[in-house]
T-cell receptor, first 108, second 120 residues
Framework: RKEVEQDPGPFNVPEGATVAFNCTYS??????FFWYRQDCRKEPKLLMS???SGNEDGRFTAQLNRASQYISLLIRDSKLSDSATYLC?????????FGAGTRLTVKP | GAVVSQHPSWVICKSGTSVKIECRSL??????MFWYRQFPKQSLMLMAT?????????EQGVEKDKFLINHASLTLSTLTVTSAHPEDSSFYIC????????????????FGPGTRLTVL
């Protein structure tokens, strides 16, 4: 089993839709969690950090469920500019583990 | 926010040459830097973890004699691809973090803009 697993993509949604991604992790001692977005041929950029139960920033909400060992990312009112690959990153005792990424395409 | 730079941003070289990539944290001290490689349409693959003043820890399958990492200061780490071959062509990205205790976002990774290496 992979240490960090993400929903397989691609997700193709219309503008304005709400879309959610899940990410599961295998190490129950993982301390912190992150969502990054990566545009094609660019470096990942931090979208949200999750240290407790969740975090919200505008249209983006991240939730952490330690009992089930997953984090989710919810994007409301999606924009064309949200099209990117979303990477889930888990801090396992200072080892950062990346998911394979979920590709999102928002269409007009 | 924390800024990480990489140099060069892209490089084309002949097979057999060595290429050095620099990663700098511009406005914070990075106790740990990570080096990743990313092939087209694939996720980031961690190559090695570099702690200032000590030897890098390489991931399984990554040749330490081919990918030389030096983390000489708290703001600079270098990756040297020795005797590069076409299969080494990839997007190399570094990231930096502080691991400082008592700081909420201390384990956040800040990524450099990446270096695109093409080996002919």
């Amino acid at each position: 089993r992979k240490e960090v697993e993400q929903d397989p993509g691609p997700f193709n949604v219309p503008e304005g839709a709400t879309v959610a991604f899940n990410c599961t992790y295998s190490n129950s001692a993982s301390q912190s969690f992150f969502w990054y977005r990566q545009d094609c041929r660019k470096e990942p950029k931090l979208l949200m950090s999750v240290y407790s139960s969740g975090n919200e920033d505008g249209r983006f909400t991240a939730q952490l469920n330690r009992a089930s060992q997953y984090i989710s990312l919810l994007i409301r009112d999606s924009k064309l500019s949200d099209s990117a690959t979303y990477l889930c990153v888990v801090n396992e005792n200072n080892d950062m583990r990346f998911g394979a990424g979920t590709r999102l395409t928002v269409k007009p | 926010g924390a800024v990480v730079s990489q140099h060069p941003s892209w490089v084309i070289c002949k097979s057999g040459t060595s290429v050095k990539i620099e990663c700098r944290s511009l406005d914070f001290q990075a106790t740990t830097m990570f080096w990743y490689r990313q092939f087209p349409k694939q996720s980031l693959m961690l190559m090695a973890t570099s702690n200032e003043g000590s030897k890098a820890t390489y991931e399984q399958g990554v040749e330490k004699d081919k990918f030389l990492i030096n983390h000489a200061s708290l703001t600079l780490s270098t990756l040297t691809v020795t005797s590069a071959h076409p299969e080494d062509s990839s997007f190399y990205i570094c990231s930096a973090t502080t691991w400082a205790t008592g700081i909420r976002d201390a384990d956040t990774q800040y990524f450099g803009p990446g270096t695109r290496l093409t080996v002919l």
